[in-house]
């Protein structure tokens, strides 16, 4: 079991947690995941990497509480310890080669994104980040993407913060201003990855996005986080998180995503109930 190092809300629905676990934080990369099983009855889910500390040997994760396990994962404190705790898994972000880079991330996908723009700005590259959330109580780590950030826009629904409007809006900005960008990488919710490509797919600037659908063993076995990219069937764990999004078929990756709506509604009832018989 890892011990849990360090927890801290980053906002309502959304934790940082560092957790002790050495051999997997000597061999992390931006863009990897692991899968965690909070307790030893709980489901396995899948995680992407926040950051890493080799020295420390810790790995972070941030995760938004949504569902029973995550719920789960979330009565945990520091000094406490996840039954598993595996990886990496899949393949690290491509980075190398890059000269100018924009990293759009969407809610708690910023959490994704970040890495992958430290490890951008570590190599020279020149760094420019737009994040959107719903409404400001929603905002996380604006101050880390200010670290690695030539240039940073920061969208909100509602306009509560930064600019009033979609991550689209301000890439689409940007470029217009005359950016030349090598590639853009976007994570976050599907539907904005989805308008995140049919807006640089107009300007013919290859784009990354990172997927996470359901996962189970996290070694292609068992299938479930089959995608179609470029017409082709893709195993996210084994072939991703990392595909082009200009060949990712993000209606089928969408509708195979709400598969299991009812189960999680099931499952995160089922653990609000256990509580309150706790709490009595």
Same mark, same amino acid.
């Given at each position: 079991?890892?011990?849990?190092?360090?927890?801290?809300?980053?906002?309502?629905?959304?934790?940082?947690?560092?957790?002790?676990?050495?051999?997997?934080?000597?061999?992390? *990369?931006?863009?990897?995941?692991?899968?965690?099983?909070?307790?030893?009855?709980?489901?396995?889910?899948?995680?992407?990497?926040?950051?890493?500390?080799?020295?420390?040997? =810790?790995? =972070?994760?941030?995760?938004?509480?949504?569902?029973?396990?995550?719920?789960?994962?979330?009565?945990?404190?520091?000094?406490?310890?996840?039954?598993?705790?595996?990886?990496?898994?899949?393949?690290?972000?491509? =980075?190398?080669?890059?000269?100018?880079?924009?990293?759009?991330?969407?809610?708690?996908?910023?959490?994704?994104?970040?890495?992958?723009? *430290?490890?951008?700005?570590? *190599?020279?590259?020149?760094?420019?980040?737009?994040?959107?959330?719903?409404?400001?109580?929603?905002?996380?780590?604006?101050?880390?993407?200010?670290?690695?950030?030539?240039?940073?826009?920061?969208?909100?629904?509602?306009?509560?913060?930064?600019?009033?409007?979609?991550?689209?809006?301000?890439?689409?900005?940007?470029?217009?201003?005359?950016?030349?960008?090598?590639?853009?990488?976007?994570?976050?919710?599907?539907?904005?990855?989805?308008?995140?490509?049919?807006?640089?797919?107009?300007?013919?600037?290859?784009?990354?996005?990172?997927?996470?659908?359901?996962?189970?063993?996290? =070694?292609?076995?068992?299938?479930?986080?089959?995608?179609?990219?470029?017409?082709?069937?893709?195993?996210?764990?084994?072939?991703?998180?990392?595909?082009?999004?200009?060949?990712?078929?993000?209606?089928?990756?969408?509708?195979?995503?709400?598969?299991?709506?009812?189960?999680?509604?099931?499952?995160?009832?089922?653990?609000?109930?256990?509580?309150? *018989?706790?709490?009595?």
């Amino acid at each position: 079991m890892n011990k849990i190092i360090e927890k801290v809300s980053l906002n309502p629905t959304v934790t940082k947690m560092v957790i002790q676990a050495p051999l997997i934080a000597k061999k992390a *990369q931006p863009g990897q995941f692991i899968i965690v099983r909070p307790l030893e009855d709980s489901e396995r889910i899948p995680l992407t990497i926040a950051g890493y500390d080799r020295q420390a040997g =810790t790995v =972070t994760i941030i995760y938004q509480i949504v569902g029973g396990t995550t719920m789960e994962l979330d009565t945990l404190n520091a000094g406490d310890s996840v039954h598993d705790f595996v990886g990496p898994l899949g393949v690290a972000s491509h =980075t190398e080669g890059l000269k100018k880079v924009c990293v759009v991330g969407g809610g708690v996908g910023c959490a994704i994104a970040l890495p992958i723009a *430290q490890k951008l700005h570590e *190599q020279g590259c020149e760094v420019h980040s737009v994040v959107g959330f719903r409404n400001k109580d929603l905002l996380i780590l604006e101050d880390e993407f200010k670290a690695c950030s030539d240039v940073l826009k920061v969208m909100t629904d509602d306009g509560s913060y930064g600019e009033k409007g979609v991550v689209t809006a301000a890439l689409e900005a940007l470029i217009q201003e005359g950016n030349q960008y090598d590639e853009v990488i976007t994570i976050g919710p599907l539907i904005m990855m989805k308008f995140v490509c049919q807006t640089t797919k107009k300007y013919g600037i290859k784009t990354i996005v990172s997927m996470n659908p359901i996962m189970i063993d996290g =070694t292609g076995m068992c299938g479930g986080c089959r995608l179609t990219v470029g017409g082709e069937t893709k195993f996210a764990c084994v072939d991703g998180p990392d595909f082009d999004g200009h060949l990712v078929d993000f209606d089928e990756a969408m509708k195979r995503g709400s598969m299991y709506k009812e189960f999680e509604t099931h499952r995160r009832d089922e653990h609000c109930n256990l509580m309150k *018989q706790e709490v009595k």
